[in-house]
């Protein structure tokens, strides 16, 4: 889990961006609107991603509280740093952070965490398989005779479709993808012969590009998909985080048709 005013922000992001002065007015405006509520900093970052990137409300959430422009607390959640912020006339918080600290506990529990990996993986493995692309391997790091060695990094599937192989990374969190761990997925892609194809709830322009760049495809799917049987987790991360969740019994046909699409463009003239 990464708490994203603690962002390890990519080395060309260093010097101050102006966006971050845009972010900063955003959020005076964001804790002025709700000057009684507390939020944990991914809750903020997810609200405002339409806007800026992670790391660019990171970092002016981080701005804020230094200049105590905002209240900042920390507590540490399943081993793991998490921010809490509220506007600075906040004042009889902790009640409100002990219920937050409650709830993200059961949330970030790392059983259930699995869980909602093995079931985004588990979703497009169906949905990805009515469109005709069959799964070939799991946690791969060889495919056709060759093998990645170069990290202890794998891809989450191998899928091939009219001889077109993909080696996909499936992502069913509310955080950004790593930007390390998408260059070695890329470059372990590009090893083993295989299209990159990154399946993810959201990602930052920058990513897209870069995925674009690779020969790639990125996948969004805007809702992290939690499974089946947990609808009272659900409905209160929901309605007390404001997270964009769901519990869809199928991946939105159009998510698939947009690669479909890509594919049936890309795919050799002769299959």
Not at 52 to 76: D, M
Not at 195 to 212: N, T, V
Request: hydrophobic letters at 40%; proline letters at 5%.
């Amino acid at each position: 889990m990464i708490d994203y005013d603690d962002y390890d922000e990519p080395p060309e992001e260093q010097p101050r961006d102006p966006a971050t002065d845009v972010a900063v007015a955003r959020l005076r405006q964001f804790f002025a609107e709700s000057p009684a509520r507390l939020f944990y900093s991914t809750q903020i970052v997810t609200a405002l991603e339409r806007e800026h990137f992670h790391w660019i409300t990171g970092r002016a959430l981080l701005e804020l509280a230094n200049n105590k422009e905002i209240q900042r607390s920390s507590v540490t959640i399943v081993g793991s740093p998490v921010n809490f912020y509220a506007h600075p006339k906040h004042r009889y918080w902790q009640r409100e952070r002990n219920e937050l600290v409650e709830l993200l506990t059961q949330i970030f529990n790392p059983d259930f965490a699995q869980a909602i990996g093995r079931h985004g993986e588990l979703m497009f493995d169906a949905a990805l398989g009515r469109a005709g692309f069959r799964a070939k391997g799991q946690n791969v790091n060889a495919f056709n005779g060759k093998i990645w060695q170069e990290s202890n990094h794998n891809l989450d599937r191998i899928y091939v479709r009219d001889g077109v192989a993909y080696g996909a990374e499936i992502k069913n969190t509310q955080n950004y993808i790593e930007k390390e761990e998408l260059e070695i997925k890329i470059r372990l892609c590009k090893h083993l012969g295989v299209i990159p194809l990154f399946i993810m709830r959201f990602a930052p322009k920058s990513y897209m590009f870069q995925i674009i760049q690779s020969g790639g495809f990125g996948l969004l799917f805007e809702e992290q998909m939690y499974p089946l049987g947990h609808t009272q987790l659900l409905r209160v991360a929901r309605q007390t985080l404001g997270l964009k969740i769901g519990s869809p019994k199928d991946v939105k046909e159009g998510d698939i048709q947009r690669f479909v699409k890509w594919h049936e463009k890309k795919r050799p003239a002769s299959t």
